[in-house]
């Protein structure tokens, strides 16, 4: 199987065409040779040779030339008929052997690195003369992963020479690469040759397997902006038909020397904007000096000019548990760096303020009472720093800002807790409330829910109603009713110290006459409602409609007991004839032939109906007697 790597960078590659006859010869040899096949190391490649125009016979041969310029045969072909025959004479121990296939080409099954050499290709056709060729073999390998080793001492940026930064290595590649150093992303100009500012120095070793393998170790002048700067090498490789690859080393950063220049001091949480802390809170102080490696901190507080240290520690910091008021003052830190300059600002002060807030005391005491109509003022005093704002609150409504709360000519209305409360803008989280509540002493205030006809015109006699009495006052008012039934009383919706009570009855006439009445009393006096219902209307005409339906079912079951009777008396004289006339026998009752006759018994029957009706009814008849 024909090569294509090999195949194709050859065909890409120059051809030399030769011509080969001697003077005066009617024909000529020519060949198609590329002059450079380029191959990746360890892929297949097959050097072709050629012979141009037709020939009967000719032999082809190749030679490795060294060196030193001598040719060393490695195979011959001889073109028999149509067919070339060759074989392989010398490998010159090369493992796999070289190849010659069908067209006279030699093969290299793996590219090595000793196989890039000359290779020359000759051809003798007889009359028509000899011509040959040389083809160079260029062979390519990928260098392995670029490796790093940075300095990993500390670099001091005082001084005035040249350091090592890092050394870069690039490994078994073909040809050799090239190293670029960078920092944060752009390429160093670096020269070769020595000097304080930076240069690098470059080492190319060729390996045991015939690959080169680079080192390059760089040299700066470290500077202060250099302590977050990032480096890294990369190594340039070359590709056939001359591309490129490229392989970046990991990042890296230095460890630097420095001394510092400038110190930061500040409280941290929970301070606030304005630097209050809050009394009883843990309070963080920081200290941060520019210098590199850490310096020591040394924290104290300046009483009286003098210092008194706290705490000495490479971190920095300093916290201060529970602090209390005693503590606000003056606090300092000092960064102790001997390599830092004589004009170096190495101390820092602060001015800590601790925010109190004592509890709040009120003028009266938990419980406040006053007469209805009174007047009052009420003080709130608190002792705090930053000194305390104060705002009075009744019910979440704001009533005014100050210490002190005025009441004037108050109501039953103003009842209720009232809650002073002291606060600070500077520390928002620092607050603190009182409270006291106020009791309005004086006589019951009454409210009804007035009754009104459920259709136009007056009450009916027997509908039910519900009434509903409201008061307040304090002591709380009692509520109590003219007729039994009524409910205890209890807070009302309406809340602001109301209580209600209800009493669900049926209007009567006499309810009509007397009327209703709640009363609400406690210490200080009563007070009364009367619910009036105008007039009733009885329910007269109802009742009649009832007497005359059961009058019409008394008459019906007489008139069936008749007909039975006649029944009875069928078949004898006389029986149930209306126009004769005769006595009936004697023990019946003789029945009467017209409602003209016989009135006493038309009117025992409406009386008997009538006396059904109201005895049927129960108590109906009775309030409808009543509404008459």
């Known amino acids: 199987m024909e090569p294509r790597d090999g195949r194709a960078r050859a065909r890409r590659a120059p051809r030399l065409l030769l011509n080969g006859s001697p003077a005066g010869a009617q024909a000529e040899v020519r060949l198609s040779v590329p002059s450079l096949v380029e191959v990746m190391k360890g892929e297949p490649v097959a050097l072709n040779c050629t012979p141009l125009g037709t020939h009967d016979h000719f032999v082809l041969e190749w030679f490795l030339a060294d060196r030193s310029g001598v040719r060393h045969r490695l195979a011959s072909a001889e073109l028999q008929g149509s067919e070339l025959q060759g074989r392989v004479l010398d490998s010159r121990g090369r493992s796999p052997p070289y190849q010659l296939d069908s067209r006279g080409r030699l093969v290299l099954t793996e590219a090595q690195v000793g196989d890039e050499q000359n290779y020359v290709c000759v051809v003798r056709a007889g009359a028509a003369g000899t011509a040959e060729a040389t083809t160079r073999l260029q062979m390519f390998a990928k260098p392995e992963a670029t490796e790093v080793s940075p300095n990993r001492g500390i670099l001091s940026v005082v001084d005035d020479s040249a350091q090592e930064i890092a050394t870069c290595n690039s490994r078994n590649g073909n040809p050799a690469p090239q190293i670029t150093w960078y920092r944060n992303g752009q390429p160093l100009e670096v020269p070769l040759e020595v000097n304080t500012e930076g240069y690098m120095t470059i080492r190319t070793v060729r390996e045991a397997s015939g690959l080169q393998s680079l080192t390059s170790t760089l040299y700066l002048r470290l500077h202060k902006a250099d302590r977050d700067a990032s480096f890294h090498c990369s190594v340039r490789y070359h590709l056939p038909t001359g591309q490129h690859g490229r392989l970046d080393s990991p990042a ?301 079912s008394v008459g019906l079951l007489l008139l069936v007991v008749a007909a039975f009777y006649c029944m009875r008396r069928k078949g004898r004289p006389g029986c149930c004839r209306r126009g004769e006339k005769g006595t009936p026998p004697a023990g019946e009752p003789e029945l009467s032939h017209s409602g003209s006759e016989r009135p006493e018994q038309t009117g025992l029957l409406m009386g008997g109906a009538s006396g059904g009706a109201r005895h049927g009814s129960g108590g109906f008849g009775d309030e409808a007697w009543a509404g008459t």
């Not at 104290?300 to 300093?318: A, P, Y």
């Open 252 to 552: 890296f950063h230095l460890t630097l020397h420095y001394p510092t220049e400038r110190v930061q001091f500040w409280v941290g949480s929970p301070s606030t904007t304005e630097g209050w802390v809050r009394e009883g809170d843990s309070v963080q102080l920081f200290c941060r000096g520019d210098g590199s490696p850490s310096p020591e901190y040394t924290f104290f507080r300046l009483q009286d000019k003098q210092e008194d240290v706290l705490k000495t520690n490479l971190e920095g910091n300093l916290t201060l548990e529970g602090v209390q008021r005693g503590q606000s003052g003056t606090y300092g830190c000092r960064v102790e760096d001997y390599d830092a300059a004589d004009d170096a600002e190495l101390s820092k002060t602060l001015e800590l303020r601790v925010a109190y807030l004592d509890p709040l005391e009120l003028s009266t005491g938990e419980e406040l009472s006053l007469h209805l109509g009174n007047s009052t003022a009420v003080n709130c005093s608190v002792q705090g720093l930053p000194t305390p704002a104060l705002r009075w609150t009744k019910d979440s409504v704001p009533l005014g800002t100050g210490p002190t709360l005025s009441l004037s000519s108050i109501t039953f209305d103003a009842a209720g807790t009232y809650i002073c409360e002291a606060s600070m803008p500077t520390v928002p989280l620092l607050s603190r409330t009182q409270s006291f509540r106020l009791l309005v002493q004086g006589p019951p205030q009454l409210r009804a829910e007035e009754t009104q006809p459920k259709t136009e015109g007056s009450w009916m006699e027997g509908e039910e109603v519900r009434l509903v009495c409201s008061a307040r006052g304090y002591p709380e008012p009692k509520l109590s009713w003219s007729q039994l039934g009524g409910s205890p009383a209890e807070p009302a919706l309406q809340g602001q110290g109301w209580v209600s009570s209800s009493l669900t009855l049926k209007v009567t006439s006499a309810l009509s006459r007397d009327g209703v009445s709640c009363e609400a009393s406690n210490p200080h006096g009563k007070k009364q409602h009367v619910f009036h219902f105008g007039s009733v209307t009885p329910q007269t005409a109802q009742a009649g409609v009832a007497v005359m339906a059961v009058a019409v």
